[in-house]
């Protein structure tokens, strides 16, 4: 579970903190500003630590309103309304969305590029002008 959680966690924008950081700081006393460690993440036991990753799906990936989200998210499972096949619902989307294959132009290295350019040999490039400057560049070598 705490790999799992981690991964919401990240997926969240959360900070994960270790005891190694916490004794490197001399502070005994964190906070949730601080970041948090594996043991204190909650996505698995929790409503109220769940729910806003079901919410952040639907507004940053599925543009829906909450039920719609929670819908989809949880359509494959039999008993929707368990937190237990909620978290593996939202554990598995966050998987998902991990292992999507990414591109990165190959002249300007601009990340994650929508809609890719591809050349004859399978270059991938963000513009006809990246692609033009890569193949001169290769040219002149």
Aim: proline share 3%.
């Amino acid at each position: 579970m705490e790999e799992q959680n981690k991964l919401i966690a990240e997926f969240m924008g959360k900070n994960i903190i270790t005891i190694d950081d916490i004794r490197a700081n001399k502070n005994p006393y964190i906070s949730s500003a601080d970041g948090y460690t594996e043991e204190e993440l909650q996505y698995h036991t929790s409503w109220d630590w769940l729910m806003p990753v079901v919410q952040k799906i639907g507004d940053d990936y599925y543009n829906t309103p909450f039920d719609e989200t929670y819908s989809k998210l949880t359509e494959q499972y039999e008993n929707i309304w368990t937190l237990e096949d909620t978290y593996n619902a939202v554990v598995e989307f966050i998987k998902e969305q991990n292992n999507e294959e990414k591109y990165y132009c190959e002249n300007c290295f601009e990340e994650e590029l929508e809609k890719p350019i591809e050349d004859e040999i399978g270059g991938v490039y963000c513009s006809d002008k990246c692609k033009v400057e890569s193949k001169d560049y290769n040219q002149n070598k």
